[in-house]
Antibody, heavy 118, light 110 residues
Framework: EVQLVESGGGLVQPGGSLRLSCVASGFTFSDYQLEWIRQAPGKGLEWVGR??????????EYAASVKGRFTISRDHSKNSLYLEMNSLKVEDTAVYYC?????????WGQGAWVTVSS | QSALTQPPSASGTPGQRVTISCSGT????????VHWYQQFPGRVPKLLVH???QRLSGVPDRFSGSKSGTSASLVISGLRSEDEADYYC???????????FGGGTKLTVL
């Protein structure tokens, strides 16, 4: 069974940093593209970025709104995906989902809440 | 502002057919696959249709996707009360580049 479990969310002040983790199981981690997608309270879905799979050399891409502030990485020994978030802004407040891409995000984690507030 | 445009709301009565549109450009819908997600309040989104018109396993055949040019549609036939949810379209956008979502359509079953 495919599972994605996020952790690391919390309350942080503007300008602060936070790292989200996503532990994957039930599939070959290196083969798949993985995404971070967020949803602000009462708002729609917003793509944050992606880590492509092995065949695409694990390259990453980011939404313009987070480029230069957020970094996506993998640890294959732990089947884990990370989202390092720096220079956080109030507008980054959202639930952050880790998803597996298989021609669309076919599996989602339960989400990790990030609140940026003073 | 989303690169993909959806109506903010749609409605229908049980048994009716409802269409949710998703309008884009040549750089997104016109060039890449469209995917559709369903999200109930407080729940994680679920992929319903991918690659324009392919239903995921277990999705009722009442749900169907289509695409023509720079627009896509999700059609729900035989509407049921349990279909009341938010629906989002998504497609890669080569001009950004990045994945674009529509703003979402809240479907109400009257």
């Amino acid at each position: 069974e495919v599972q994605l479990v996020e952790s690391g969310g919390g309350l942080v002040q503007p300008g602060g940093s936070l790292r989200l983790s996503c532990v994957a199981s039930g599939f070959t981690f290196s083969d798949y593209q993985l995404e971070w997608i967020r949803q602000a309270p009462g708002k729609g879905l917003e793509w944050v970025g992606r880590s492509r799979g092995k065949t695409k050399s694990y390259t990453t891409e980011y939404a313009a709104s987070v480029k230069g502030r957020f970094t996506i990485s993998r640890d294959h020994s732990k089947n884990s995906l990370y989202l390092e978030m720096n220079s956080l802004k109030v507008e980054d407040t959202a639930v952050y989902y880790c998803t597996r891409d298989n021609w669309g995000s076919d599996h989602w984690g339960q989400g990790a809440w990030v609140t940026v507030s003073s | 502002q989303s690169a993909l445009t959806q109506p903010p709301s749609a409605s229908g009565t049980p048994g009716q057919r409802v269409t949710i549109s998703c309008s884009g450009t040549i750089s997104n819908i016109g060039s890449f696959d469209v995917h559709w997600y369903q999200q109930f309040p407080g729940r994680v989104p679920k992929l319903l249709v991918h690659r324009d018109n392919q239903r995921l396993s277990g999705v009722p055949d009442r749900f169907s996707g289509s695409k023509s040019g720079t627009s896509a549609s999700l059609v729900i036939s035989g509407l049921r009360s349990e279909d009341e949810a938010d629906y989002y379209c998504a497609a890669w956008d080569g001009s950004l580049p990045g994945l674009s979502f529509g703003g979402g359509t809240k479907l109400t079953v009257l």
